[in-house]
């Protein structure tokens, strides 16, 4: 059936680190694809979607590209910061949202 | 503030208790959906409206759960005789979508209700 297999956490980094957030995707056609975050005691937000093969999605210096040959959506930035710590999801869209189990994000100064 | 929001945030009931939730979404979004969190995962897709019609029911929809959206607005989730694996964090969400295509936009989440079974 369609999910999404995301890297398991909790994810420890110092700051300045580089980071990658796996995820994969099994979902029939071209789903669009999503990475939301969860900051503490906050509701989901949308960090960057794309909706083709090839699109990069980017925001707050995070990037995802969709690789349709590898079914991936791995989320990477060059350089966290502490405000980075959170919850991030991975997830596809037919109608609805398929969502990954999360990975926790913790940055440390 | 003219985000999504849901009401209340907290509840604890006591098993066999009904309780009820609402969420008012963005005023312009005809598409209204519930999801449900349980702790370490990712929300789990319950059921989505088009205005008033009900489109979708996922199998996690017990007989149980039933949700309402009767003006195409504000939306309501009730479960009956709740139990304790129904303790968890809903979600609502909306978005707006395409009326030719049906192709809808980024769904937009409220802060959810933490619902907690004793």
């Known amino acids: 059936g369609n999910s999404v297999t995301q890297m398991e956490g909790p994810v420890t980094l110092s700051e300045e680190a580089f980071l990658t957030i796996n995820c994969t995707y099994t979902?029939?056609?071209?789903?669009?694809l999503f990475w939301y975050v969860q900051y503490p005691g906050e509701g989901l937000q949308l960090l960057l979607k794309?909706?083709?093969?090839?699109d990069k999605g980017s925001n707050k210096g995070f990037e995802a590209t969709y690789r349709k040959e590898t079914t991936s959506f791995h989320l990477e930035k060059g350089s966290v910061q502490v405000s980075d710590s959170a919850v991030y999801f991975c997830?596809?869209?037919?109608?609805?949202?398929?969502f990954g189990t999360g990975t926790r994000l913790t940055i440390i100064p | 503030d003219t985000g999504v929001s849901q009401d209340p945030r907290h509840k604890i009931t006591k098993r066999g208790q009904n309780v009820t939730f609402r969420c008012d979404p963005i005023?312009?979004?005809?598409?209204l959906y519930w999801y449900r969190q349980t702790l370490g995962q990712g929300p789990e897709f319950l059921t989505y409206?088009?205005?008033?019609?009900?489109?979708?029911k996922s199998r996690l929809l017990s007989d149980r759960f039933s949700a309402e959206r009767p003006k195409g607005s504000f939306s309501t989730l009730e479960i009956q005789r709740t139990e304790q694996g129904d303790s968890a964090m809903y979600l609502c969400?909306?978005?707006?979508?395409?009326?030719?295509?049906?192709?809808?936009?980024?769904?937009?989440f409220g802060p959810g209700t933490r619902l907690t079974v004793l």
């Open positions: 969400a909306s978005s707006l979508a395409n009326r030719n295509s049906g192709r809808s936009d980024e769904q937009f």
């Open positions: 997830a596809w869209r037919g109608e609805k949202l398929t």
């Open positions: 794309a909706t083709k093969a090839d």
């Open positions: 979902a029939t056609g071209y789903p669009s």
């Open positions: 409206f088009q205005n008033e019609a009900q489109l979708e």
């Open positions: 005023s312009e979004h005809n598409r």
